[in-house]
C-alpha cells in the first residue's frame, strides 16, 4: 500500500478536493483560479441534482406521507393555510368596500382566492425550507448526498400540497361561474416563475439558517408581514399610480396579479391594463412587470443553486 | 466565519493557515486501498479516524489536499440515520437505501432479501419509532449489506446489537473482503481488525505514527497506550529494561511462549516488594494469569542485574494478550507500578471460550431397554 495513487489512472473517477472540481491525474495542488458560475451550474445539475434525482423523489413521497401521517385533518390541511387567508381578504375587502361606498364583486372574492394559493404555497415553502437542513442535521452529518436535495424536496412537497389547494380552487371557479378563456393559460407560466423564485430562496434561506441560527426568526416575521407588502388581500391600483409602481417592485407581486388578471379577468398579459380611478388613470399591468419578475424568478434560482453549492462543503462541519 | 464565509460563496480559494485555537484534525495523511486490500485504521479516541472516513466519503472537505474513491461507496457508518421515525420498517428500507445510492428499482429487487437477513419479517410493518435500538441497527445493517457497493468503509457501527447480530454482520464483511472489495475499517475491537484486514493504520492526533501489518501497528498501539499511562510517581524497586516473548505473530492455543525479562533491581528493594508476570486478556481485560516472580525465585530481592526466562502455556482462547510486568507491595497491598508491555495474539483454537481445560470425555452407554425388558421377561 503506498500512499501514491498515480496508477489510479482510468476511467471515470471521483475525485474531490479543497477548491476546484477540477478532474486531473496529476499531484500537484488543484489550480488556483476562482471558480466560475457556469461552471459551478454545470457541476450541480451534472453530478449532483440528475443522478440523485430519485432521491429528490423518495424525500418528496416521504414529506407528503409525514405531514399527512397519525394527522386528524388529512388532505384538508391543503386547503386550509389558503382558506383562512381567503376569509381574511374577504374580511378586509369587505370592511374597505364598507368604508369606500362600494360593494364586494364577485370578481373581488376571486382575485383574492386566486393569490392567496400561490401566496400560502410561497409561505409553507419558505417555512419549511428553512429549517430543512438544520432539523436533519443527522443526514447531514453522516451520509453523503447533495444537500440541495433537502431544500428542493421541501419545496416540492409544498408543491404537491398547493396543488391540490389550486385544483380545488379551479373547480369551485368552474361552480361559481367565474369564465375562463384563452389568457388562464398564462397562469402556469407564472406558477411555474413563482416555483423557480420560490426554490431559489429556500435554497439560500435553508443555507443561511444553517449558518446563523436567527434566520428562522426572521423568515417567519418576514413572511407575517410580507402578506401585506404583497397584493394578495389587495390590488396595487388602490395606492395609487405611484404607488401602483412601488408594490410592483415586490417580484411577487407581479406574479399575484399576473395571475388574478389572467384567471379572473381573462386578460391577454402581453397587453397594458389600465384602471381608471379617483385620481385618473392608473396602469394596472405591463408586459415589463412579468419580464422584471421572470427575471427575477430565474436570477434567483441561480443564485440559490450556486450559492448553495459553495457553501455546501462547510455544512457538516458548521451545523 | 462571516469573512471565510463570503471568500467562498464568491468562488475563491479558502485559506490554509490556521487561527488560534485550531488545529489540524488530520494531517498528512496518505494512502490508498485497492481491492483486495483491507485497511484498518486504529487510535485513541480523537485521533482523526472517523474524520478520515467522513473524508472518504464526502461528508467534509478536505482544506488541502484531496480524497475520493472511485465507484459506489457502501457506508456503513450511520446506518439508521436516514430513517424516519413515523415511516414503516418496509418504507424506511426504501428511503434508506435512497440515500445511500439505490435506486427503487434495485431495492425492489433486493427488499426481500434484506428483511430476511435483518430477521424483521414480523414487524415490517410497524412504524420505525417502535423498533429497539439492535432492531433499527439490524434493519439499517441489513439495507447496507445488500447495496453491493465497490468500495466499503465501517465505522464502529456494530457496536450495537446483540452477539448473534454482531457476528453475522462481521461474518458478512468478511466475506464481501473475501471477495476483493477494498474495505476501510475504523474499530476499537482489535481482534476483528486482526482478523479482516491485510494493512493496517496507527494514527495519533491526526498524524500517521504508523503503517503496515495489523499485528505490528496494534503491539504499537497496545503498547504505547498502556506505557503513557505510566509515568512512576515514585521510585520503583525493579527496574525492567527489555521484555521479549518468543515466538512473534500469530500462536495456536496450547502453544508454549517463552518470555524473557532483563532489568535491575535497584536499592530500595525490600522483602515486602514483588515482581510478577502478567497475563491479561486485551479486549476484556480480564486477568488471565500472574506468576509472582519473586517468590519463585528469592535471589531477585537481591540488589544487581537479572535476567528471567519464563516458559507459559497459552491455554487461552482466541484474542490479544498482554503481558505485563506488575510490580507490588505485599505489606502495603497495592500495585506500585507496572514496567513494558507486550502483545501477543492466538489465532487458533480448536475450542471455544476462555482457557482449555483438556477435557477427557468417556461415555459409558446402556443397552436399549426394550432388550432389557426382554431378558427380565
Known sequence: ?319 | MVPALASRLLGRRGTDTLEAREFWAVEDVSFSVRPGEAVGIIGANGAGKSTILKLLTRILRPTQGRCGIRGRVGALIEIAAGFHQDLTGAENIFLQGCIMGMTRRQIAARFDDIVAFSELADFIDTPVKRYSSGMNARLGFSIAAHMSPDVLVVDEVLAVGDWRFQKKAFDRIGEMVGRGLPVVIVSHQLERIASLCTECLLLDRGRIVMRGLPDDCISEYVTKGIQTQQHAKEDLPFRVNALDVEPRGALQSGQWITVRLRGEVTAPAGPHHRLGLRVRALQSSQIVSVVDLTAQEPRLLEPGAFEITVELQLNTGKGYFSIETPMWNTQERRELGQGPHALTRVDVAAFSGVTNLHPRVHVVTHPPLKDRELRSA
Open chain 1, 1 to 319: 500500500m503506498e500512499p501514491n495513487p498515480g496508477s489510479l489512472a482510468d476511467a471515470t473517477h471521483v475525485w474531490h478536493d479543497a477548491t476546484s472540481g477540477d478532474v486531473t491525474d496529476d499531484w500537484m495542488p488543484s489550480s488556483e483560479h476562482d471558480r466560475s458560475v457556469a461552471h459551478d451550474l454545470r457541476e450541480i445539475v451534472r453530478d449532483e441534482l440528475w443522478p440523485y434525482r430519485g432521491l429528490i423523489y423518495e424525500f418528496v413521497r416521504r414529506d407528503i406521507r409525514v405531514r399527512y401521517k397519525q394527522s386528524v385533518l388529512g388532505f384538508a390541511w391543503a386547503v386550509l393555510t389558503p382558506t383562512l387567508i381567503v376569509l381574511a381578504g374577504v374580511l378586509v375587502r369587505y370592511a374597505m368596500a364598507y368604508v369606500g361606498g362600494q360593494t364586494l364583486t364577485l370578481e373581488d372574492l376571486a382575485g383574492i382566492a386566486v393569490k392567496a394559493v400561490p401566496w400560502s404555497f410561497f409561505a409553507g415553502a419558505l417555512g419549511f425550507a428553512t429549517t430543512s437542513l438544520v432539523s436533519q442535521a443527522n443526514l447531514v452529518t453522516k451520509i453523503y448526498f447533495p444537500r440541495e436535495v433537502l431544500p428542493l424536496s421541501s419545496t416540492l412537497a409544498q408543491t404537491f400540497d398547493s396543488g391540490i389547494a389550486g385544483l380545488t380552487l379551479l373547480i369551485a371557479f368552474g361552480v361559481l361561474g367565474v369564465h375562463y378563456g384563452m389568457a388562464t393559460l398564462w397562469a402556469p407560466a407564472l406558477v411555474a416563475c413563482t416555483f423557480l423564485l420560490t426554490a431559489g430562496l429556500a435554497l439560500l434561506v435553508s443555507c443561511a439558517n444553517l449558518f446563523f441560527r436567527d434566520v428562522k426568526y426572521l423568515v417567519q416575521v418576514a413572511l407575517t408581514f410580507g402578506i401585506f407588502f404583497t397584493p394578495v388581500f389587495f390590488e396595487p391600483q388602490m395606492f395609487g399610480s405611484v404607488g401602483a409602481r412601488i408594490m410592483m417592485l415586490n417580484p411577487l407581486a407581479p406574479l399575484m396579479e399576473g395571475i388574478r388578471l389572467s384567471v379572473v379577468f381573462n386578460h391577454n398579459l402581453l397587453d397594458d391594463m389600465l384602471v381608471v380611478g379617483r385620481t385618473g388613470a392608473v396602469l394596472v399591468w405591463s408586459p415589463w412587470y412579468l419580464a422584471y419578475s421572470a427575471a427575477w424568478a430565474v436570477l434567483m434560482f441561480v443564485a440559490g443553486l450556486v450559492l448553495f453549492h459553495r457553501a455546501e462543503p462547510k455544512f457538516a462541519e458548521y451545523v
